[in-house]
């Protein structure tokens, strides 16, 4: 069975303070690894998708790169407005594929 | 604003009964899917149509089904709810159907049964 683990549940940075969460995975065949922003009580928002080992990719203060055990959103002097819960998703499986979240991780940035 | 519609965007009903959730995608995307948010259990994918069929199942109960309309608007039917159904329910919205392409969330409904 397909499991994602993201660590730590809940990390508290201050601002300017970078750091990394982490994306565990366990999966059968994996097509894809998607990173989203999930600001209380709205819907994901796409940020990366992953699709092989060493690949990264950049949006302002954030990178996600991947490796075939897991993947890294780092945060560069993160900002209040980075506060967030960041959510990660891998894609595996053929026709009938499989889409399994984390339960994702709690940023909190304090100015 | 990620051009995906949700409607209502709460809902309070009591158990045993059935209610319809309802998507707009954005336009251009031909893909819908549904997903349910609880606290305990996360964000877990239900189900996925493209240009009206469905494309992959996740874990979505017998008691619960969907449907594109030729429009590609979607609804979810909930039925037979129970206590436990209790959740947000979000659609999300992509171009493409081959897979679990990077989608567009809208704001999702607030489910209560009580």
Do not use: M
């Amino acid at each position: 069975e397909d499991q994602v683990t993201q660590s730590p549940e809940a990390l508290r940075l201050q601002e300017g303070e970078s750091s990394s969460l982490n994306c565990s995975y366990t999966v059968s065949g994996l097509r894809g690894l998607f990173w989203y922003r999930q600001d209380p009580g709205k819907g994901p928002e796409f940020l990366f998708t992953l699709y092989s080992a060493g690949e990264e990719k950049e949006k302002e203060r954030l990178k996600a790169t991947l490796t075939k055990k897991e993947s890294f959103l780092h945060i560069t002097a993160p900002k209040p407005e980075d506060s967030a819960t960041y959510l990660c998703a891998v894609w595996s499986g053929g026709s009938n594929y499989k889409l399994t979240f984390g339960k994702g991780t709690l940023l909190t940035v304090n100015p | 604003d990620s051009g995906v519609t949700q409607t209502p965007k709460h809902l309070i009903t009591a158990t045993g009964q059935r209610v319809t959730l309802r998507c707009s995608p954005r336009s251009g995307d031909l893909s819908v899917y549904w997903y349910q948010q609880s606290l305990d259990q996360g964000l877990q994918f239900l189900i996925q149509y493209y240009n009206g069929e469905e494309r992959a199942k996740g874990n979505i109960l017998e008691r619960f089904s969907a449907q594109q309309f030729p429009d590609l608007h979607s609804e979810l039917n909930l039925s037979s709810l129970e206590l436990g159904d209790s959740a947000l329910y979000f659609c999300a919205s992509s171009v493409g159907g081959q897979g679990a392409r990077e989608q567009y969330f809208g704001p999702g409904t607030r489910l209560t049964v009580t």
